[in-house]
């Protein structure tokens, strides 16, 4: 899993059968540290995050999958966590 | 998922069998600021809709297959969404 920031969310009509009704939110990376590292994706979400809050990201295709309950569809990465803090050592 | 715009259409005259009929669009990645990022790729549309100037989302790897109908086609990138708005806060 990887840590990012919600930095957007985006809209649109026509969309795979699988995403609809799913919010779409894009997802600046970053370090533990909370520092944009340049990167971004778009996830769908599965916890109800917004706009600019850490989020925990799994970017795996059958996990992801796993989490909306669906054997085909085509998604690989989801907001899976809110986070409050990282603690490093 | 990431996001691109549509900069062209491929078209082909001899496919693999499961890909007759699919639109072959070129794709221009870009950043989250939507300037172009990168070589431009061809992804099959598996919204069957999108066209030049559009602004699209597409997924890559066994994610791209796994959108098109039948699945598991010999495709690496595919357009799962046409973007209407994208805000970024």
Do not use: W
């Not at chain 2, 172009?36 to 066209?51: F, L, Q």
């Not at chain 2, 086609?73 to 969404?81: E, F, G, N, Q, T």
Request: hydrophobic content about 45%; overall charge negative; proline content about 6%.
């Amino acid at each position: 899993m990887i840590l990012g920031r919600v930095i957007g969310e985006i809209h649109g009509t026509i969309k795979h059968r699988f995403y609809e009704g799913k919010k779409l939110l894009v997802i600046e990376k970053t370090s533990a540290a909370g520092e944009p590292t340049g990167d971004y994706l778009i996830a769908a979400d599965s916890v109800g995050a917004g706009a600019d809050e850490r989020v925990l990201v799994l970017d795996e295709g059958n996990g992801a999958r796993q989490v909306f309950d669906s054997k085909d569809g085509p998604v690989r990465s989801v907001v899976v966590g809110i986070i409050d803090d990282v603690v490093s050592d | 998922m990431f996001l691109g715009r549509v900069i062209g259409q491929v078209v082909p005259c001899v496919v693999t069998p499961g890909l007759e009929g699919v639109p072959m669009l070129i794709v221009q990645p870009l950043d989250k600021t939507l300037k172009p990022k990168g070589k431009a790729i061809v992804a099959a549309d598996a919204t069957r809709m999108a066209g030049p100037g559009e602004l699209v989302s597409y997924e890559g790897g066994r994610e791209a297959a796994m959108a098109l109908d039948p699945a598991f086609v010999p495709v690496d990138h595919s357009i799962l969404a046409i973007v209407d708005g994208v805000n970024i806060t």
